[in-house]
Each structure stands twice: as structure tokens, then as C-alpha cells.
């Protein structure tokens, strides 16, 4: 275990209060390597509060950049900062926020193979991207390394958020589900809208991202029960919480 220096302890001391996380928690949290993929409305959030959290080495994978209507709902980011790339911008607010967290920048979209050459440098992903390809390409290659992966989406209202660790056996003896034990194939393209044509609410982005960075953090402190075969929808218009479980439906090669 990493050892607390002084400043961690004073900078972490609510966490260390707490039994469930405590300093042998908060040495997992400082040991952790995390990659965050997309550093838009969920993974604004999800760095900020990982990085307050004091998780030890944040991956970020990005290739855009800021732009005035990411600002309703990207709050990482600031009207001074328009025209940079996402993830320059976000290292240097993750470094004023809590300059004990290092930084791995990756100016590209994932894919799997940029997942055979670096994945291995992480032992926990958490996807807050926007866009189909990543979803799937983050879920099969996670699952391929055999590392825990948190994943949420938004549309307009509503959210949700699982986490998949689809080579470990839970209680009943089954091997957990992966991603495609929930969605199967992904949708036609064009089938369904993106943010950008229908609208979104920018605080919801912040609901399902701080509730994704609450997973990870429970996984990493080995803490709580995550969201591990159950899939949490979020209704904003209602105020209403859901979970559904799902179970593994495909038999899969050894």
C-alpha cells in the first residue's frame, strides 16, 4: 500500500473517517489506475470527483475540443477555455483540483486497438462516451482484459448506469453478464439521436456521471455492492429511480 503522506491524510480525512472506506481505502484509492473515456458531460463529473477523491492516476482519452455549447453541461470546462482540446483543459483543472493525481493523456478516440496496446496500463475503466462504437469497443475489450468497467449513457431526461465484470462468478455459481448480455447488437445507425439533434439536460449529466464515479470508487475501496447485473435508470422528469436486473443469456467461448 502507498502510504499517506501528511497533506493526504488532512485532504482525505472524511473519507478515513468513514469505516467502510477508511485509510486502507483511501491507500487503494492512491494505488488506482483509472481510465476515463470521453471527457464530455459524464466524464466531466466523473474526473472531477475522481480526482477529489485522490484516485492516483486518471487515463483520459479525448480527441475534441471544447466548444460554447459543451459549457450547459461539461463543467470541468469554462468560457476561457473554448477552442482547446477536451483533455489539456481537463488536466489542467484535475491539477488544480488536486495536484497529487497524475495524468495520462490520449488525443484519440478508443478502439480496440488502442486497447491492445495500452489497456493493460489500467485496472479500472469507466466509460462516458457518447457514441455506439465506443460503448460496445469499451465493453468487449474490458471484458477481453478481464477489467471491472463502469458505463452509463444519457438521453434528454433519462440515464443509467451498470457495471460489468463478466469474468468473475457471482453467489449462484453463473459468470457475471457483460454488456452484450444487456444490448446485444448495437442500433442501426441514425436510429437513435444523438444529444446534439434532440437535447439535453445538463444537470442530468451530472446526476449519472457522479453516480458512475460512485461506483467506481465503491470497486476500487472494495466497498458497498456494486451495480453488478443490475442496470440503475434514472427519470429525471419524474424524480424516479429504477434498477432491473439482468442475468447472462449467450454462452460464450473459453
Known sequence: MDVLTDEEIERYKRHILLPEIGGVGQQRLKRAKVLVIGAGGLGAPILLYLAAAGVGTLGLIDDDTVSLSNLQRQV???SGTIGEM????AVDAIS???????TVVFEERYSRVWADQHLSRFDLIVDGSDNFDTRYAAADSAEQAKIPLVTGAVGRFDGSVTVLKPYETGPDGVIYPGYRDLFPEPPPSGLVPSCAETGIVGAL??????IMSMEAIKLITQTGEPLVGRLLLYDALSARFET???KRRRKKEA
Open 96 to 102: 488544480r483540483l488536486n495536484p497529487n493525481v497524475r
Open 86 to 89: 477536451k483533455t489539456a483543459s
Open 244 to 246: 432491473v436486473r439482468y
Open 76 to 78: 470541468i470546462y469554462d
Open 205 to 210: 449529466t451530472g446526476v449519472i456521471g457522479t
